[in-house]
């Protein structure tokens, strides 16, 4: 699979219902998740995929993209493979929090692999954003 918007998240952006800039969004590292285009929401990747999630500040959308500060995912714990990220909008609540955007594949177009050692791990952001709509 390949990086991707979700189609659900497409729909709540044009009913109003996720404000990027407004809402708190998150993002989390995911292990040997297999992406569903059907996952709408984060209960959809179960805890036991989830191995560290950052909260995503200095929000811009510039230009129709979608663009963040660097996050910073603090002492991840060690002995997971990382192999994919999805942002999210945080409600509070998993079964209503909506899945935004899957990234499996770097800037470069190489799959993400990061192994955690209990160390930091930052992300960083393309130059470019998140995500374009």
Known sequence: ???????SARKLFLDGDIDLLN????VVLAKTYTY?????????V???YRVAT???ASKTTTGGAFDSADPT????AAGSTVTGIW???DTGTDSTSPLIAWFDTN???AAISIVTNGSNITLTVSASGWFTI
């Open 46 to 48: 179960t805890a036991g």
């Open 107 to 109: 800037a470069s177009t």
């Open 36 to 44: 569903s285009s059907g996952h709408d929401y984060l209960d959809d």
């Open 1 to 7: 699979m390949a990086n991707a918007v979700q189609a």
């Open 23 to 26: 809402d708190t969004v998150k």
């Open 73 to 76: 995912f603090t002492a991840v």
């Open 87 to 89: 942002i999210y909008k």
């Open 54 to 56: 950052a909260t995503l």
